[in-house]
């Protein structure tokens, strides 16, 4: 977000192809971006490389900069990745909005799919993701209203 507002500001080319590279990298390449449509954790960001295990603040610190950069940058190749990202956190939230403070592939609990929605009781204490999604709605409003999405500006 930085380099890109740093193209915003001074204009400095170099700031805007790297600010892009580095979302390509996270949004695009599977050592972060988890893209298994099969895999409960479809859509969700690794805090590290090729890592396995997703934070739900993890992923919060890379959606709403993207959403600023692509912004700055006049670029929106990064959105339905992102939206998917969003919709992927709370799709992995229980009914009262919270959810377990880290979901790992290698959990046998995960590997059955998505059965972590219906549980609400102790051991669901993730309380970002109702901060997330309520912090994140109005920009996704802003940037995907209803004159975006058919194609005006």
Known sequence: MVLAQ???IEGNPYCKWLAGKML???WSTPDF???DPASPMYGLNNWYERGQVFYGDDNAR???????????LDDDRWDERVLRCILANLRTT???GFREWRLDTRSPSHRVGLAILS???PGVSCAELPGLSLGVLPLVYRTYRPCRCA???
């Open 119 to 121: 549980r609400s009781g």
């Open 94 to 96: 229980g009914r009262l």
């Open 24 to 26: 390509d990298t996270v």
């Open 33 to 35: 971006y988890h893209n």
């Open 151 to 153: 194609g005006q500006n």
């Open 6 to 8: 740093e193209w915003a």
């Open 62 to 72: 890379v959606i709403l900069p993207t959403l600023v950069a692509g912004r700055l």
